[in-house]
Nanobody
Framework: QVQLVESGGGLVQAGGSLRLSCAASGSSFSRYHIGWYRQAPGKQRELVARINSGGSTNYADSVKGRFTISRDNAKNTVYLQMNSLKPEDTAVYYC?????????WGQGTQVTVSS
């Protein structure tokens, strides 16, 4: 069982920045593939960014050039740096960990971008 604790959400004006953190338990953190997803009201959950165990990353087109995902294996933490935020980035952001056939989700953190 992997425990995930997300933090860093909040209210920010358009054009501002936030950094989300996802701290994971377990001794196999370096083997985890980790993604940030988001879900806006009335919409499906969507992938925002993902980083695999080797450090390779991929991003949704809507956030490319604005968001950066990174990981610190020594701290068992993944980050999502979000710059140039837009009102359409408003959503609950979730951290997802994959290890082989297993998947764990965090509880989510609210990000609200005002215009």
């Amino acid at each position: 069982q992997v425990q995930l604790v997300e933090s860093g959400g909040g209210l920010v004006q358009a054009g501002g920045s936030l950094r989300l953190s996802c701290a994971a338990s377990g001794s196999s953190f370096s083997r985890y593939h980790i993604g940030w997803y988001r879900q806006a009201p009335g919409k499906q959950r969507e992938l925002v960014a993902r980083i695999n165990s080797g450090g390779s990353t991929n991003y949704a087109d809507s956030v490319k050039g604005r968001f950066t995902i990174s990981r610190d294996n020594a701290k068992n933490t993944v980050y999502l740096q979000m710059n140039s935020l837009k009102p359409e980035d408003t959503a609950v952001y979730y951290c997802k960990v994959e290890l082989g056939p297993y998947v764990w989700w965090g509880q989510g953190t609210q990000v609200t971008v005002s215009s």
